[in-house]
């Protein structure tokens, strides 16, 4: 979707400004030098004069200095998600990256994290498996999208193994080695990972200037076997799981229906490849623990695929379907936003791969296809998947993650210049299950000392949701409050359901209006104006087509001056009643 270097690493800033070098930095010089041809010419030496350069101010005792793609997996487990990001490398390295841990003194770097996860008793995004984090620039502070070039400087998480180039160092090799040998001690998914000290885009990666908006989505499908494993099912089985239109339970209905009939998923721009795929079977595996297999099983299947002359470059979605008896203990896993090249110039493709017992859910492959369009997850409380309003459990996108596919574009925008203090300004949404055409409004909290931070996305949306493809429960229908710190459609952070807001003639007022922080005097106010249901039941509490809301943003605590028309705590009453007009 965060992290900064570490307090006490060695930062990019601390490196660039390190007065004096190491005696290891020397160590480093002359043995990568010698690597080279005699008299330094040749391009291995020539590769180590640039290490050592880049290296030279810089602590270098088992430090790594590593180039590739930045690829980020996420992984569905049952009552979590999980984040991992990895290193793509030339030559099919994929090298896992722990992010650096949060640097506090770095007043300049934005607050990435959900503050609203500790508010709520949950733990906070910053743990070990980087759910809910983004890269962050080491020079500029901003999220690094999925896909994008970097250099990442850090030390392995523990010893690497030897190589082969590694030994050719000699005795000071387990103290500092080029880059090379750093390449071949790396391993794959389930190797050594890398601790980041810092994370440096190579690209110019700015957030897309055209908004993104996807009209297809074209894929390809692999079902596979393994050493005695079966297929989950035969390929035509899973074609008719995944075009099978006009059956309510495709994912070519889902992606019709939840579009709004903007975008589609069909045969003639996607497929599944005809034959079972057997994966390479070797005897001597363990086969109680598969999963770290999986990233050499990707390059097996696109070998088998560019074999029987299929062009790979025509599907943007990759998918795997396990065979059975693999379990990894998650439903499917998917990787953010491109897995190699970008999305805006064509180039760029994504991989899902989903468990045996759910290869016939649709839900199941729209949430990690998802994924795949830069959406994290959607959170309430302390569960990622808390939000019922959204993907899963089963039912369409909320608003922000429909506005990143580009199927929505929220009927207004306010921010700290356009949303004046003690102001109510109201509007009439739509049913977000039936239409994108004024479903939501978005609040960007950008005045000064807001309650939660400048980088705070508040959608305020309804939903009625009780129809397939958007079958969300009672529990889940009414106006919505979505909490979210991205920026832009490549940000990957999670969302996270703040509140439902119902009102029917009698109920609780409680239940129409909802404070940010009531503690705090810049908080974002949102009431309902109208009826959502007609009676005090379970299922009758948002059952009108619109939805009359209003929103504020304090000034105060408490009203300030009852005679100038402003509602300067809005709360409400006078001075300033809410807006009578309508938008």
Known sequence: MTAGPAKGAASAQTWRTRPRLRASAALLLGLALALGCAGGAGPRSAQAARVGRELQAKPVSNDVLLEGTLAVLSKSYPNADVTEFYLLQPGGHETEIHLPLDDDDNSSAPDTRDKSIAAEGGTGATGPDNAGRQALDARTRRPIAPGARVRVAGRWARSPAPSAAAGALGAGASEVAPLEAYQLAASSTGGTPLQASSITALDTWEPVATPLGYRDLPAIAFVTAFCGLEPALMPPELGSALFDVGSNASVS????????????????????????????????????????????WRKHVNAVAINASVNLARFRHRIMVLPKGVSCGWSGMAFIGPFMGSYSDGSGYSWTHILADFARNPYTHAHEMSHNLYMGHSASGANDYGDGGCVLPPACHNS???????????????????????????????????????????????????????AVRYYISYKRGNAWPDAVGPDWRGVHVHYWVGSDQTSFMDTRHRARLFRVPGGPADSAMWVESPGSPASVVVRLLSDTGTTWSYDSLATAPLADVSVCSRSALVEANCTDGLDDDCDAHPSQAPAAAIT
């Open 400 to 454: 922000i993650h429909a506005w990143q596919a580009g199927w929505l574009n929220p009927a207004a925008h306010l921010n700290g210049t356009s949303m004046a203090a003690g102001t109510w300004y109201s509007f009439r949404l739509q049913d977000q299950s039936t239409t994108p055409l004024r479903a939501a409004i978005r609040i960007h909290t950008s005045w000064p000392a807001p309650a939660l931070g400048n």
């Open 253 to 296: 209905d889902w992606v019709r229906g939840c579009s709004y009939g903007i975008a589609r998923m069909a045969p003639d721009t996607s497929t599944v490849f005809p034959q079972v795929v057997q994966l390479p079977c070797d005897a001597s595996l363990n086969m109680s623990n598969l999963c770290p297999l999986i990233s050499s």
